[in-house]
């Protein structure tokens, strides 16, 4: 924690020695999500002095008003996934522009770059820089997609500011209406578990093979890199393959997974009397269920649900690497709820299952255990939810990974 104190105070000195009067562009779509990114880089920066503004667009393509990003006064560029690549300004691609300019863009891919690489078109070493999500994501893409590349990772996105609890007492928490919240969607980038079951079939039936037994072998699998498995499974078949084809084949591998573990969770969660947020609700659950589904799109959006984690209990999430320290884990723990996170190794070192969270894994009955006590052992999940309350104010939960950005401006 020292180091990141640090290294946080050294970014704070650089940039308000660099960069006084000049300003951090955020730019991205008219979409719910990229607008509470937005606020929470700009709130990151204004805790160092760094000015920031953002300039929202309805869609990538032609989009004129970028001009005004490409002057001295821009430290520079962020942009959400592959957006920036599309963006044009009459002839000229943004990301080549920019780089003719000498400003520097940063391209954050939000989900595994397995699943949006295939999406650059133009950006390279010379005119991108690229920051992700966790170091697994960024080890991933140093190997198969751009090793050359300057890239960085970050801890998180910080809490929003709508998750913001400036006191938690024993009365309030206990008064909270819902016992917990899961909040995770069924469709990843790639669509549903059957687009990725279509994709499967389509591959020859080697590396089909090689695909199910990555699969199988990274379902329980929360401490390592994912990719090593589909790795290890084409070495054991003696089979090589294009990274292009590697991408194709790993992103079955890892929305396969991830949406096998939120169904895994779901039907635990049924049996509890729980808030389950999706954009598939599975018909299966619903007959014996306990729990509560929604699938209003309104009522699951973002904003609403971070605002929401103040009236729960415990919030419960699941991650796409197991390196990350997700955004839904920070605002709970802002809003003073019990964090229910997957047993990661970086889980364990931020937090002491039963003292300032709960761990589970997806093997065992622990999962179950969780639920349990957030929904029965109120005076017990308040305990464990004001020891993990004051982890808000921990470096990686506060700030997340504004030094890494701010390196990749340098």
């Not at 006084?20 to 979409?31: P, Y």
């Not at 054991?236 to 294009?242: E, H, K, Q, S």
């Not at 305990?383 to 004051?390: E, H, L, S």
Request: glycine share 4%; with cysteine; charged share 25%.
């Amino acid at each position: 924690m020292a180091t990141v104190v640090r290294s946080i105070a050294r970014a704070a000195r650089v940039t308000r020695e660099r960069w006084q009067g000049r300003r951090f562009r955020i730019c991205h779509s008219a979409h719910e999500h990229d607008r509470i990114y937005t606020e929470n880089v700009c709130a990151s920066l204004a805790t160092i002095g760094v000015t920031a503004a953002a300039l929202e667009f309805e869609t990538p393509g032609q989009n004129p008003a970028l001009a005004q990003c490409l002057d001295q006064s821009t430290i520079a560029i962020l942009g959400f996934n592959s957006q920036l690549d599309h963006c044009w300004i009459g002839d000229d691609n943004f990301v080549d522009l920019a780089a003719r300019h000498d400003v520097p863009v940063i391209q954050w891919i939000l989900d595994h770059p397995s699943s949006r690489w295939s999406e650059f078109t133009h950006s390279t070493a010379d005119n991108s820089r690229f920051l992700f999500m966790s170091e697994l994501s960024e080890r991933y893409f140093r190997r198969y997609c751009l090793p050359e590349a300057r890239t960085a990772w970050v801890a998180g996105h910080r809490p929003n500011r709508r998750s913001h609890l400036e006191r938690l007492s024993r009365d309030s928490f206990l008064e909270r209406t819902i016992h917990c919240l899961v909040a995770l969607n069924l469709r990843r980038v790639g669509g549903t578990s059957e687009d990725a079951q279509a994709r499967l079939q389509s591959l020859e039936p080697q590396l089909a093979d090689a695909t199910r037994e990555a699969i199988e072998l990274a379902r329980f699998d929360l401490d390592s890199a994912l990719d090593a498995h589909l790795t290890a499974a084409l070495a054991r078949r003696d089979l090589r393959v294009a990274n292009s084809q590697f991408h194709f084949c790993f992103q079955i591998v890892d929305e396969t997974v991830q949406i096998w573990r939120r169904l895994k969770i779901f039907d635990v969660a049924a049996r509890f009397p729980v808030l389950i947020q999706t954009d598939i609700v599975p018909q299966s659950l619903l007959p014996d269920a306990t729990a509560c589904f929604s699938g209003d799109p309104h009522a699951n959006s973002m904003p609403n649900t971070i605002a929401r984690m103040a009236s729960c209990r415990a919030v419960c999430n699941a991650n796409y690497a197991n390196d990350m320290i997700h955004d839904r884990t920070q605002n709970g723990l802002s809003a003073g709820c019990v964090v229910i996170v997957e047993d990661t190794p970086t889980h364990r070192r931020l937090f002491t299952h039963g003292k300032n969270a709960l761990l589970f894994r997806y093997h065992d009955d622990s999962l179950a255990e969780c639920f349990d006590l957030v929904c029965n052992r109120g005076d017990r999940a308040f305990d464990i939810a004001r020891a993990g309350f004051r982890l808000r104010r921990h470096p990686a939960i506060r700030v997340g990974g504004l030094e890494s950005m701010l390196e990749l401006a340098w």
